[in-house]
Structures are given as C-alpha cells and as structure tokens.
C-alpha cells in the first residue's frame, strides 16, 4: 500500500529531525542521540511534517478537497503552537530551572534528586519557517516519485 500523504509526513518529519542532529553537531562537536527524536531546534520537524503532509493532499487530491483544507488548518495550529505556545513554554521551564538552582544550590541531597525540567520544547519562528519550507518541498517531490 502506498499513501504519498503518510509518506510525505513521516519523511517532513524525519528529514527534519536528521537535520537537527548534523545540526547540533556542527554547532556544538557533540553526538546528542536525543536530537533524532526530540523537540525543538532547527528546523521545525512538527511543521517539516504538517506542511508536507498538507502540500501531499493537495497535489493527490486536490487543492480544493477537504483533506487539504483540513491539513491547511491542522498546519496553522501546529506552527502556531510551536512558535507561541511551546516556545513560553520552554522560556519558563528554563525560568523555573534557574530558580530552583538557586534555592537548592546548598543542598547537594535535593539539587541530586531533581530532574532539570526540558527548555528545548518549541521553535523561534525562523526555525518553524526552516520546517515548513522543508516539508512544502517534501510535499511536492513525495506524490511524484510514485508516478
């Protein structure tokens, strides 16, 4: 079975996240694993994925069908979300760990204990344009390699 629109999704999404980690290495001379599968950093990976699921459907089955226009607005909220939402939320994670550093920077006991809570959640908006440039790419090359 062949579905150029999960296809498309999955290699958005994998070519960005691919990405994040030759990226990640160049700018720090470092192998962090968890770049292949975690959020945040350049490019977007969740709007690689939705955009080139989204320019699938439309080149599939067509620029006026409900699929695309349910993706066109699935595409939207996901990039909004990643640039706003996810972004704040990453700001006062990184907050909330300089706080605590600073209130339990004496106790060696309850500092070893507590788990740094994740800052690299969500994109600066140039990162989620990165993505969505990707995969609107991904989205017109998929449909074609099936022809």
């Not at 290699?11 to 770049?35: H, P, Y």
């Not at 975690?38 to 320019?55: E, F, K, Q």
């Not at 595409?75 to 704040?88: E, L």
């Amino acid at each position: 079975m062949y579905n150029p629109i999960m296809l498309a999704g999955f290699l958005g999404w994998a070519s960005a996240q691919v990405l994040k980690f030759i990226l990640f290495f160049f700018q720090n001379s470092d192998f962090k694993v968890e770049r292949l599968y975690g959020s945040g950093g350049m490019p977007s990976s969740h709007s690689s994925l939705v955009c080139a699921a989204t320019i699938a459907a439309g080149r599939v089955d067509g620029w006026e069908s409900s699929v695309f226009a349910a993706l066109c607005v699935l595409s939207v909220i996901v990039m909004y979300d990643a640039a706003g939402v996810r972004r704040a939320a990453g700001m006062h994670a990184k907050e909330l760990n300089q706080i605590r550093l600073r209130l339990f920077s004496q106790d060696s006991d309850a500092e070893s204990k507590m788990k740094e809570l994740k800052e690299l959640l969500g994109h600066t908006p140039l990162q989620v344009f990165c993505g969505a440039v990707l995969g609107i790419v991904i989205g017109v090359l998929v449909p074609l390699a099936a022809a």
